[in-house]
C-alpha cells in the first residue's frame, strides 16, 4: 500500500522569496514519485517525476524536488517565486518497477498563494 | 495531439438523472483513469482501464460505470444521479505500467458536475 501525506494544505509567499511545498510518502517498495501543478479550472499538469535515477529533479518552471529515502520526503521547492506560480501542487505515489504500478495515489494538495 | 480531451464541461443534472462523460485520448496509451475532485481531498480515483475491454474499480466506484471498447474512448456513466455526485470530474491517461519510466499521466481539462 502507498499513501502520501503533504503538510500544509495552504502556504502564502512574497513575489521572489522561496517556496518550500512539503511531501512525505509511504510505500512498501521502491517508489516513483510526482509533483502536479493545477491551474485556476485546468487539468493537473506534471512538474517534475523521480524515477530512481538522480535524488536532486528538476522539473518546468523553476522548481526542483529531492528524494530523501531516509525522511521519507520529496519536498519541491523553488528559489524565487513568482506570481504565476499561484497555483494548487499535488504530490503523488506509486509502487515504482514494482506492483501495479499504474495507478497514482495523490496527496490532498497545498495551495500556493504568492503576494506582490 | 489534442492529448486528452473530455466533454462537455460542465453540466448541471437533477437528482435521479442520468448521464456520460466522454473521455478521449489521441495518444495511443494504453491505460486510462477517471478521477474525482473535491475541494481539500486531493483526487479519488474511481475507475481505470488496463486497455480495450479491461475496466476495473478505484477507491470510489460506488454509483458509476465505465465502458472501454476502444483504446482511445473512456466514458464514465452516471445512472442515478445524486448531491453526493457533485465534482469536478477528470480523465486521464498513460502510457503504460511496469518499465514505462514513471508512468505519467496526461489529463484532460475536467467536467464540472452540479447534481440538485
Redesign the interface.
Known amino acids: 500500500a502507498q499513501s502520501v501525506t503533504q503538510l500544509g ?1 495552504h502556504v502564502s509567499v512574497s513575489e521572489g522569496a522561496l517556496v518550500l511545498l512539503r511531501c512525505n510518502y509511504s510505500s512498501s517498495v521502491p517508489p ?1 514519485l ?1 509533483w ?1 501543478v493545477q491551474y485556476p ?6 512538474l517534475l ?1 523521480y ?1 530512481s535515477a538522480a535524488t536532486l529533479v528538476k522539473g518546468i518552471n523553476g522548481f526542483e524536488a529531492e528524494f530523501k529515502k531516509s525522511e521519507t520526503s520529496f519536498h519541491l521547492t523553488k528559489p524565487s517565486a513568482h506570481m504565476s506560480d499561484a497555483a494548487e501542487y ?1 504530490c503523488a505515489v ?1 509502487l515504482g ?1 514494482g506492483g ?5 495515489t ?4 497545498t495551495l500556493l498563494t504568492v503576494n506582490p | 495531439n489534442a492529448g486528452v480531451t473530455q466533454t462537455p464541461k460542465f453540466r448541471i443534472l437533477k437528482i435521479g438523472q442520468s448521464m456520460t462523460l466522454q473521455c478521449t485520448q489521441d495518444m495511443n496509451h494504453n491505460y486510462m483513469y477517471w478521477y474525482r475532485q473535491d475541494p481539500g481531498m486531493g483526487l479519488k480515483l474511481i475507475y481505470y482501464s488496463v486497455g480495450a475491454g479491461i475496466t476495473d474499480k478505484g477507491e470510489v466506484p460506488n454509483g458509476y460505470n465505465v465502458s472501454r471498447s476502444t483504446t482511445e474512448d473512456f466514458p464514465l456513466r452516471l445512472e442515478l444521479a445524486a448531491p453526493s455526485q457533485t465534482s469536478v470530474y477528470f480523465c486521464a491517461s498513460s502510457l503504460s505500467g511496469r518499465g514505462s519510466g514513471g508512468n505519467e499521466q496526461f489529463f484532460g481539462p475536467g467536467t464540472r458536475l452540479t447534481v440538485l
Open positions: 494544505s516513483y510526482f502536479y479550472n485546468q487539468g493537473l499538469q506534471l517525476k524515477t499535488f506509486s518497477s501495479s504500478n499504474y495507478k497514482l495523490f496527496g490532498k494538495g
